[in-house]
C-alpha cells in the first residue's frame, strides 16, 4: 500500500526558515512533488524529486532520499503570503502510468 | 494559457439527490483526474483517464460515483444519490502525462479552483 506522513501544522515567523518533512512508503516510486494551497483555491505546483538530492527554485528548495523514503521543503525568508498548506504527493508509475499519493498537508502559519 | 476549468465553484444538496460536476481541461492535456479532497485531507484520486479511457477508477465508489470525459476532452463526475460523507472539495486536474513521456513539464498536474459540495 501507499503511506505518506506530513506534520499537520507548523508555526513560523516572518524572515524566518522553516522545514516541512515527508516521509513517505510506496511501490513504483517515480518522483515527489510538493504542491502549495491556499485555503479555499487550487493546489499549484512548487517543486520535483526524483533523485536523491537537493532541487533549489528560489526561496524554496526540497530535497530527496530515497533509501530513507524522505523529503523535505525548506522556505527561507519566509513571507506572510506563504501561509498556506503544503501537500507532499508521490508519484507511482506502474503499468506505463502515473498515480499520485498525496499527504494529507502540512498547514503553516507565518506569524508576523 | 487557460487554466482548468470546474463548475459549480459550490453546491449544496440533500442526502440522497444527485449532483453533477463539469470540468474543461487545458487544452491538449491527455490526461484528466478527478480528487476528492475532504477538509484537512489531502486530495484522494477517484479516477483518472487518458485521452478518453479510463486507466485507474480503483478508488471511485462505483455504487454511487461515475465519470465519463466523451471525446477525451471535458468530463464530468456524478454522484448519485449522495450521502452526508460526500461533503468535500471535487478537484479536477489536468497533465501532459502520455505514456513514454517523462519529461518533468508533462507530469506536472494542473489543478482546477474545485467545487465544493455540501450534503445535508
Known amino acids: 500500500g501507499q503511506n505518506i506522513d506530513q506534520p499537520t501544522e507548523m508555526t513560523a515567523t516572518e524572515g524566518a526558515i522553516v522545514q516541512i518533512n515527508c516521509t513517505y512508503q510506496t511501490s513504483g516510486f517515480n518522483g515527489l512533488f510538493w504542491y502549495q494551497q491556499h485555503a479555499g483555491e487550487a493546489p499549484t505546483f512548487l517543486s520535483y524529486?526524483?533523485?536523491?538530492g537537493l532541487e533549489e527554485k528560489g526561496r524554496f528548495s526540497s530535497f530527496l532520499s530515497r533509501s530513507k523514503g524522505y523529503s523535505y521543503l525548506l522556505l527561507k525568508e519566509l513571507q506572510m503570503k506563504d501561509s498556506a498548506s503544503y501537500l507532499c504527493a508521490v508519484r507511482s508509475s506502474p503499468y506505463n502510468f502515473n498515480k499520485f499519493y498525496f499527504g494529507s498537508g502540512t498547514k503553516l502559519n507565518v506569524k508576523p | 494559457e487557460a487554466g482548468v476549468a470546474q463548475s459549480p465553484r459550490y453546491k449544496i444538496i440533500e442526502k440522497r439527490q444527485s449532483v453533477a460536476f463539469w470540468c474543461n481541461p487545458i487544452?491538449?492535456?491527455?490526461?484528466l483526474y478527478w480528487y476528492q479532497q475532504i477538509l484537512g485531507q489531502g486530495p484522494k484520486l477517484l479516477i483518472q483517464?487518458?485521452?478518453?479511457?479510463?486507466?485507474?477508477d480503483s478508488q471511485l465508489p462505483k455504487d454511487r460515483f461515475s465519470a465519463e470525459r466523451l471525446k477525451g476532452v471535458d468530463s464530468t463526475l456524478k454522484i448519485q444519490p449522495a450521502k452526508l460523507e460526500d461533503s468535500a472539495v471535487y478537484l479536477c486536474?489536468?497533465?501532459?502525462?502520455?505514456?513514454?513521456?517523462?519529461?518533468?513539464?508533462?507530469?506536472?498536474?494542473?489543478f482546477g479552483a474545485g467545487t465544493r459540495l455540501s450534503v445535508l
Open positions: 483517464f487518458q485521452n478518453n479511457g479510463v486507466v485507474d
Open positions: 487544452s491538449g492535456h491527455a490526461t
Open positions: 524529486n526524483v533523485l536523491d
Open positions: 486536474a489536468s497533465s501532459q502525462f502520455n505514456p513514454g513521456q517523462v519529461t518533468l513539464a508533462k507530469n506536472i498536474q494542473y
